[in-house]
């Protein structure tokens, strides 16, 4: 079978593509490979047409809902999506066909859309981006909700003791829930990709995978696209010293630590300037938390940037910093803002996170987790010393060109899917 035979569908929920970097390294590879490609994805970030084709990817674009908020909310999201991927992927099979859907989570429900094409003959394969019941716990780690409110109810019952029973009693239901779907996923595909090794000891000991059915594959960066730039200096607003910070503004990526550590060094030398790229739910939030900190002179939001405006302000950066808190969501997973610092050879900060060091090893400083003033005293000692940045940097961008670029990385994709295609896999 030549690779002109081997006709993948891509289903990605959580970002539209070609604005999920790993999607849509993943479609073109495959595409560049000889392989038929298509994806199934949401509209929005500036891609909103219902199909297009790129790059030798065929694209399919679904509305979604608003991001889910509460039970309620994300019932309706998800529940929204599969029905649009259900019928994306009919509307794929009879115009280009396909012998494989490639899921990319989250959610962990993407399965049932292949079970619809079993009779077919289609197999699925499982691209674990996140592990949803440590994301779920990340996202809902209060389960206890506010203790405000009355006392006690019309019968003496405590409303607040009502209240933590209940909240509990949701939060059990759709923790359990996270790890069903895990289950049925991991239950129904011919084999898994996976971002690191922690992940594939959850596929092995949580999913009942086969070993040599779990493939390591991490999210390189493209050097091409993470490139080396002269400083803007404009950027800096007139101080010595800029950090800088890239990814999603969420509630579980800890920018509440960077407000805080730049407080902490204001407060004491105010010469840093913190330019934080991206977009989220959490920015408006954050925004309000900075200018109540008295730090809108120092920080600044960008929100989400075109490429070239984002490296500018990272090639401008002295210190990049990674704010991921520690939890069991965090502590598992690759963060790509970790390897696109390293890739343009900036020394960084982050807490002490088991995958965060596996990738960045020497290229970083590790602050005590969760501890926003150890954050700050690691930033210090770097932009203090030259010439540990500078030895730092080097690294970095060394160990990306040597083993983690996506040019490395992106091997594991087509040996996947060659001996999926080849029947190793039967």
């Not at 959580?14 to 392989?35: I, M």
């Not at 019941?133 to 019309?154: I, Q, T």
């Not at 995978?209 to 404009?234: A, F, N, Q, T, W």
């Not at 809108?296 to 070239?308: K, L, M, S, Y």
Request: charged share 30%; hydrophobic share 35%; glycine share 8%.
């Amino acid at each position: 079978m030549s690779n002109f035979d081997r006709r993948i569908l891509i289903i990605v929920e959580n970002l539209p593509v070609p604005f999920d970097t790993r999607v849509w390294q993943e479609a073109t590879t495959l595409a560049a490979a000889g392989y038929t490609v298509s994806v199934i994805s949401p509209k929005g970030k500036g891609y909103t047409r219902d199909e297009e084709f790129l790059d030798g990817v065929h694209i399919f674009r679904h509305e979604l809902p608003p991001e889910g908020n509460g039970p309620v909310g994300y019932l309706r999201e998800y529940s929204s999506a599969l029905c649009e991927e259900i019928r994306l992927a009919k509307k794929v099979y009879e115009q280009i066909g396909f012998d494989v859907i490639h899921g990319c989570n989250p959610p962990d429900d993407i399965y049932l859309v292949a079970r619809q094409f079993k009779k077919h003959g289609v197999k699925y394969v499982f691209d674990h981006h996140d592990i949803c019941p440590e994301l779920f716990e990340a996202k809902f780690d209060n389960a206890d909700g506010p203790s405000d409110g009355p006392e006690r109810g019309k019968h003496g019952l405590p409303h607040k003791k009502l209240r933590k029973t209940l909240r509990r009693a949701v939060y059990g239901t759709l923790y359990g829930s996270q790890l069903f779907f895990e289950k049925q996923t991991y239950r129904h595909c011919s084999f898994a990709f996976v971002t690191n090794e922690s992940y594939k000891k959850i596929a092995i000991e949580r999913g009942g995978m086969d070993p040599e059915r779990v493939i390591v594959l991490r999210s390189g960066p493209k050097l091409e696209r993470m490139r080396i730039m002269e400083p803007v200096e404009s950027i800096r607003r007139g101080y010595k010293y800029m950090v800088g910070y890239l990814g999603v503004i969420g509630q579980q990526e800890g920018v509440e630590y960077i407000l805080e550590a730049a407080k902490y060094i204001k407060e004491r030398d105010n010469n840093v300037f913190w330019g934080i790229v991206g977009g989220g739910p959490h920015l408006e939030a954050l925004r309000k938390q900075a200018h109540d900190m008295g730090l809108d002179d120092c920080v600044e939001f960008t929100g989400r940037v075109p490429d070239q405006q984002m490296l500018e302000y990272l090639n401008t950066a002295d210190v990049c910093v990674n704010s991921d808190k520690y939890n069991s969501m965090n502590d598992k997973s690759t963060m790509n803002k970790i390897l696109e610092y390293m890739a343009l050879a900036k020394p960084i900060v982050q807490f002490d996170l088991t995958e965060g060091r596996y990738s960045a090893r020497d290229a970083s400083l590790y602050a005590r987790n969760n501890d926003a003033a150890d954050m700050a005293e690691k930033v210090i000692e770097l932009l203090n010393d030259p010439e540990k940045r500078r030895r730092m940097g080097e690294y970095g961008r060394r160990r990306v060109i040597e083993e983690l670029s996506w040019e490395h990385t992106s091997k594991a994709l087509l040996e996947g899917y060659d001996k999926f295609f080849t029947g190793q896999f039967e």
